[in-house]
């Protein structure tokens, strides 16, 4: 999650150059080929649009939904939201929109997690230092049969050799 101090309206542009320290043209050049990347494998990855913020309601969220055999759709519905349609998921309002789409969830389950910022507070917080013990610095990560890791966006061959070196 980013901390709350990252300025609302910044782009994902505007975070890496800013909150991590990547030029500019750098930052566009990583987003550029994160897009190639999505669109490869039948994605959209619209990084003009994305709004980026606080998601730690969103990861909250995401484990109240596990709780009820529902993690992956709401993953993908948020997934969906921030990065193909710019929707702003660290706002509170906008995330209880989006929420209210999954199937199975009920208006009491979403305002239930969003109105009590200590559920799951410490189940998101576990698994960033999960995270940070195993190496991860960014995000995606995939870690495949617990001992090959891919970081960042990659291209399709990268992705397939290390897969195979897991299996």
Do not use: C
């Amino acid at each position: 999650t980013l901390p709350r101090s990252l300025a609302p309206g910044k782009t994902l542009k505007d975070m890496l150059s800013d909150f991590y320290g990547m030029p500019e043209a750098q930052a566009v050049g990583v987003l550029q080929h994160e897009e190639k990347e999505a669109t490869s494998v039948g994605l959209t990855f619209n990084w003009k649009v994305a709004k980026p913020g606080n998601t730690m309601d969103a990861h909250r969220l995401i484990h109240m939904a596990q709780d009820k055999g529902l993690g992956e759709a709401a993953k993908e519905r948020l997934m969906l939201a921030y990065y193909t349609q710019g929707v702003p998921i660290g706002d509170p309002e906008a995330l209880r929109k989006v929420a209210s789409e999954i199937e199975g969830l009920t208006q009491a389950d979403v305002d239930g997690i969003l109105d009590d910022k200590k559920k799951h507070f410490d189940d998101v917080r576990a698994d960033e230092e999960k995270a940070r013990s195993m190496g991860v610095s960014g995000v995606p990560y995939f870690l495949l049969n617990g001992k090959e890791a891919i970081s960042g966006a990659q291209d399709p061959s990268a992705m397939a050799r290390t897969i195979q070196k897991a299996l």
